[in-house]
């Protein structure tokens, strides 16, 4: 079954039109790749599913019309925004940043064991607990916020270059935490990423923009093995 669909969806900063028609569905336990260039709308395709960006088009969400929702509409329907640089609280600990990833819910003793869950996926987390978000790492604050994502106990994970400005050990970490939580607990992920090997380790199928119209679209394997996503996307 579909969980998300975008059809021929358009997007505006002011009077500037970014998207042109991006179209792409994520089936439900489904992950789905957003590759392209700089500038290229990736970032602008997942503000408008979490309704950060006024967007044409069609965007529906388990069959519901979300296009033109609020924010907090669209996270209160189990979307997760994992967003560009991170977004965690400097100010707060990591476990407080976990709390308000939480905030919605009201199963205390869910929450708790999903804190634990967060910390086991993420063990470095573990020993930071207590620090503030501003004093951790760059691969730290990045697993914060996907563990913070998590808290929220979505159905779909927007996740948005989880690898920018990591060493590639770390980046592959993050990576393999987030495989784990996928085959842990099936929520559906939509994963925009430079790192076109980083991504296709994940997701099943991915779309390719280009000035924010997709270009390409196909199965993971059918992708890695076009020689123009190999020239661009990975080193050859
Ligand atoms: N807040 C904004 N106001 C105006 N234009 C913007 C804004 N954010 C992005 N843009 C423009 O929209 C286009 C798409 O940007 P977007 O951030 O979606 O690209 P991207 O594919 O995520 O790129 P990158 O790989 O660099 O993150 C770009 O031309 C960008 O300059
Ligand atoms: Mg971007």
Same mark, same amino acid.
């Given at each position: ?19 042109d ?19 290229? @709308?990736?970032?602008?395709?997942l ?5 950060a ?45 976990l ?12 929450v708790a064991s999903?804190?634990?869950y ?51 050990s ?14 842990d607990?099936g929520?559906a ?16 199928s ?28 990975? @080193?050859?």
């Amino acid at each position: 079954m579909t969980l998300l669909e975008l059809e021929d969806v358009t997007a505006w900063y002011g009077p500037v039109q970014v998207l042109d028609a991006v179209s792409l569905t994520v089936p439900d336990n489904g992950a789905v790749g957003i590759l392209g260039a700089n500038g290229a @709308g990736k970032t602008t395709t997942l503000r408008a599913i979490s309704g950060a960006v006024r967007a044409g088009g069609r965007i529906t969400f388990e069959g519901r019309d979300i296009r033109g929702m609020r924010p907090e509409q669209v996270a209160g329907l189990g979307i997760a925004h994992v967003p560009e640089g991170r977004g965690t609280l400097g100010q707060l600990t990591v476990r407080d940043n976990l709390r308000v990833g939480a905030y919605l819910r009201k199963d205390r003793r869910g929450v708790a064991s999903d804190i634990d869950y967060c910390l086991d996926l993420f063990p470095q987390l573990k020993d930071r607990i207590s620090s503030s978000g501003a004093a951790l790492s760059g691969g730290e604050q990045q697993m914060l916020a996907v563990a913070r994502a998590i808290m929220a106990k979505p159905t779909l994970l927007l996740l948005d270059e989880a690898s920018l400005g990591l060493a590639p050990s770390t980046a592959k970490n993050v990576y393999e935490a987030i495989r784990r939580l996928r085959q842990d607990s099936g929520i559906a992920m939509l994963v925009v990423e430079q790192n076109a090997n980083l991504a296709f380790s994940l997701v099943d199928s991915a779309t390719v923009l280009e000035a924010g119209r997709n270009v390409l679209t196909g199965s993971s394997a059918e992708l890695r093995g076009m020689d123009e996503i190999r020239r661009a996307y990975l @080193g050859g």
